[in-house]
């Protein structure tokens, strides 16, 4: 087991201090094995010659017996004493003439004992002012090491903000890191050359924006844009999550925040970055039961004081991230506070592209790789997404025994990412593969006989650790912003495709369509309450995302009648689309058969075999 040398010094210290304090306070714990007898007990040993030696101290008389004369039934103190040790008895010191004489008779070893008399003051600090005294030493000594963050936390580190520093440019990053962001960059640029070049500003009298919100889903790269801003800007960056400002002890956020400001003003011009600014800066509650958190609160208020205090002309700059914008405090969102609001969107395919080429730069890439090709599959992928797309396929390669990334190792981290690993250990009866594969290629021949559809880019029947015992893959051969209504329909009508082929060939259902239903009734709802893609409700939204960041949630605002007409809308459309797609199978009944069967024997084929198949 492996000890950290600082653990074992500060165990060591403890059990000093136990010792110490049972030495002065509890003496009694280091004694000997004493037992007290009468004095009259004593003169019967004298007179029997049993005892051995004899030691007489100011006030007691200690003695000890002759081995042979030591009771058997004796037994050491707590343990402490081997079955050979020597028991010690005291009686108290008597006048008695004729003391020495008996001693001399009996035969015994005889001393007597000169104590130096200890001052009672003296005494006293002893044995109560040293334990004391340790006590406060090691007290303060434990809480500038816990302030220090010594044992792993900063309970202790009061009113400090616990900023990370980085002076200079030693962020180690550049735009040119930042890929796939291209507005966000250039929105950032004007800040960069503000703090370069500050007196050109200044001349026509215009200030620097005191804060900038970066707002966008997960992993989009708001922390990497704060870090490059400060390396093209070459100032200190101080770095400081907003649940760091949080703590148990009421008032220490707001004096986080005015030591975060102060070191901030003393490093000017310099760049201030506050991640997951939602932690602290949510919006306060005004309605009669707030049951509002009062350390929170304080900690926004010191910030907005903080923010309306300092001279945007020293040029000290505010960045802050987050994925919930509409939690935050309106007066944290006012004009000279963040003035700017920064979208950082998930990029698009040509920025999808740039950004698996900045992180294909750390690794070994063959020849001949297709990056737009990854990057179409990828529609939806954050940076973060695509740069462990990367890293899974530099994972693939050293596995095969190669040093270099070739093109399956990136297709085959697109469906890790999407779908997860392959199962190879899950044994599956032949009747349920047939299932499976109909089920897949139901899905592939309804999307391929449909106008408006995305072309099918693969097909198989190789079960994933997503729970997923086989997939169709669409690819968009261009990348699209608009959905038409046609297009909603049909993609709910090849999510029902895998149903209907299962009903078709073996006249029952299965639950390998739950996905597919779900996704089905999600556009379906969605083109009612959301699209104005009804004829019974026209252009009313009946639903709102709660957070278009971080999920798909959504709260549905009508009345309950509303409610089940929009249900009785869904069924309907789903119906149609499900109707749609059967038909289209049983016009194709010879090609679901044959394709299902090379599926079967493949259980992996590729968006072209599949179409020289429908073709042939």
Not at 264 to 273: D, G, R
Request: proline content about 4%; glycine content about 8%; some cysteine.
């Amino acid at each position: 087991m492996h000890i950290k040398k600082g653990k074992i010094f500060y165990v060591a210290i403890a059990v000093a201090i136990i010792f110490v304090l049972n030495y002065f306070v509890f003496p009694v714990l280091f004694g000997d094995n004493v037992e007290d007898v009468t004095y009259d007990e004593f003169l019967s040993k004298l007179s029997s010659r049993s005892i051995s030696e004899v030691q007489i101290e100011a006030d007691d008389i200690l003695y000890t017996l002759k081995e042979d004369e030591i009771p058997k039934d004796k037994t050491p103190l707590l343990g402490l004493a081997t079955p050979s040790s020597v028991d010690v008895y005291r009686t108290g010191l008597m006048d008695d003439p004729e003391l020495v004489s008996k001693l001399e008779n009996s035969g015994a070893k005889f001393a007597r004992v000169r104590e130096e008399e200890v001052p009672p003051l003296l005494a006293l600090l002893i044995s109560y002012g040293v334990p004391i005294a340790v006590m406060i030493i090691f007290w303060r000594f434990l809480s500038k090491q816990i302030a220090k963050g010594g044992f792993g936390g900063n309970a202790m580190s009061f009113g400090k903000s616990n900023a990370k520093i980085y002076v200079k440019a030693q962020t180690g990053k550049t735009f040119a890191d930042v890929a796939g962001q291209d507005e966000a960059k250039e929105a950032l640029t004007e800040i960069v050359d503000f703090l370069h070049n500050p007196k050109k500003y200044a001349a026509i009298g215009a200030t620097l924006p005191k804060g900038a919100l970066l707002v966008g889903p997960p992993g989009t790269g708001k922390t990497l844009l704060a870090q490059a801003v400060a390396g093209e800007a070459n100032v200190p960056f101080f770095s400081i999550s907003g649940s760091e400002f949080v703590e148990m002890f009421v008032g220490m956020g707001a004096a986080k925040v005015r030591d975060l400001f102060k070191q901030a003003n003393e490093k000017a011009p310099c760049i201030v970055f506050i991640d997951e600014i939602d932690t602290i800066g949510k919006r306060r509650d005004t309605g009669p039961i707030s049951g509002g958190n009062d350390e929170r609160e304080q900690t926004l208020n010191q910030l907005l004081t903080e923010m309306d205090g300092f001279d945007g002309k020293k040029g000290v700059v505010i960045l802050a991230a987050t994925n919930r914008p509409d939690s935050l405090d309106k007066a944290l969102l006012r004009p000279g506070r963040f003035d700017r609001r920064i979208p950082v969107e998930l990029p698009d395919m040509r920025g999808r592209e740039a950004i698996l080429r900045v992180h294909a730069k750390k690794v070994n890439i063959a020849d001949g790789v297709d990056f737009k090709a990854i990057a179409n599959a990828t529609s939806g992928a954050s940076g973060a997404e695509l740069a462990n797309i990367i890293n899974e396929a530099a994972l693939r390669a050293v596995k095969f025994g190669r040093i270099e990334v070739e093109q399956s190792d990136l297709e085959e981290s697109v469906e890790v990412i999407l779908a997860g690993y392959q199962r190879k250990g899950v044994v599956i009866s032949q009747s349920e593969k047939e299932i499976i594969a109909y089920h897949e290629v139901g899905h592939a021949l309804v999307a391929a006989l449909q106008k408006n559809s995305a072309p099918v880019h693969k097909i198989t029947i190789i079960p994933r650790t997503s729970g997923a015992l086989g997939y169709t893959m669409q690819v968009e051969e261009d990348e699209k912003f608009l959905m038409t209504k046609e297009e909603a329909f049909n993609k709910i009508v090849t999510f029902t495709g895998g149903r209907a082929a299962e009903k078709l060939m073996f006249g029952t259902i299965t639950t390998g369509a739950a996905n597919d239903i779900e996704q089905a009734t999600k556009i379906a709802r969605s083109m009612i309450t959301r699209y104005g893609m009804s004829s019974e409700f026209g252009m009313v939204a009946f639903e709102t995302l709660n957070n278009p960041y971080l999920s798909d949630d959504t709260s549905l605002t009508c009345s309950a009648e509303t409610a089940s007409l929009i249900d009785k809308e869904v069924v309907s459309l789903v119906a149609k689309a499900y109707e749609k797609a059967e038909g289209i199978l049983k016009e194709n009944m010879q090609k679901l058969n044959s394709i299902s069967r090379y599926l079967i024997d493949k259980e992996t084929i590729t968006g072209d075999e599949f179409m020289d198949l429908l073709n042939m």
